[in-house]
């Protein structure tokens, strides 16, 4: 039974000196690094480049804004061009059939058809009398 006490001693005081070993190589670590975190001089250089980014962060944003309003700008110029009443404004014309389907090809029509004809100030109902082909 002594020796098991004394094999047991033995065990405990190895295992107590292995964790004391590991706890002082992380203290040590932790000491390092707190040591070189407190050094003026990467102290002041982390600062001043703190300051640069913070003082660069505004105007990069607004460069950034002012991209994308530009974008913003030519993506509704490009709808704005695109706009059907633009395009009535110019002369041309949509025409729906009498279900208020847009026509696109005379196929879609026969003659005595009632349509709509939608033009810039408003529309006009008309009936086919006539159906062409495309002239060259």
């Known amino acids: 039974r002594r020796r098991d006490i004394g094999r047991l001693e033995a065990s405990l005081a190895a295992g ?9 190589s992380v203290l040590a670590y932790v000491a390092n690094r707190l040591g070189s975190m407190q050094d003026p001089g990467r102290l002041e250089a982390r600062r001043i480049c703190v300051e640069a980014l913070s003082s660069a962060l505004p105007q990069a944003t607004e460069g950034s804004l002012d991209r994308l309003r530009m974008r913003l700008g030519l993506l509704e110029g490009n709808i704005d061009a695109r ?15 009498s279900r208020g389907v847009l026509l696109r090809s005379r196929s879609g029509a026969s003659v005595g058809d009632p349509l709509t004809v939608l033009i ?16 060259t």
């Open 120 to 135: 810039s100030d408003g529309s006009l109902g008309v009936r086919v009398e006539s159906i062409a082909e495309r002239e």
């Open 16 to 24: 107590t000196e292995a964790r004391l070993s590991r706890a002082s």
């Open 83 to 97: 706009s059907p009443r633009r395009m009535m404004a110019l002369g041309w014309a949509l025409v729906r059939d």
